[in-house]
């Protein structure tokens, strides 16, 4: 199973927790450029590398810390890749914004 999620390690996704559905859908569609119907309330569940590895039934066979590169504005590409930029110094991978997880059923 391939999954493509959210990080909680990442400042900028654990702020996004802290601020209310309607500021967040406001902040969605007039700063990213998303359509009101396409943002969702989130539910953080298992967005950290160990809510992966103590999943019951499933083994990670690989994890990637990535970094979203959204096109939406020039300024917000720009404070994205400088955010990515300061992701690449050691130790600090860790705080990039999405997990790629590869998932492997356990006993298949």
């Known amino acids: ?15 996004g927790k802290l601020v209310s559905v309607s500021v967040r859908n ?21 967005n950290s590398p160990g809510r992966f590895r103590a ?3 499933f083994e990670v066979e690989e994890l990637h810390l990535v970094q979203d590169l959204n096109w939406t ?22 705080f990039r914004t999405n997990f790629v997880v590869l998932l492997r059923k356990v006993g298949s």
């Open 1 to 15: 199973m391939l999954i493509h999620t959210t990080s909680l390690l990442s400042p900028p996704v654990a702020l």
């Open 26 to 46: 406001r902040l969605f569609t007039n700063v990213l450029g998303a359509h009101e119907k396409g943002v969702f309330p989130a539910f953080h569940r298992i």
């Open 55 to 57: 999943l019951e039934g």
């Open 73 to 94: 504005s020039t300024p917000v590409f720009w404070a994205l890749v400088s955010y990515h930029m300061l992701t690449r110094f050691p130790g600090m991978k860790q």
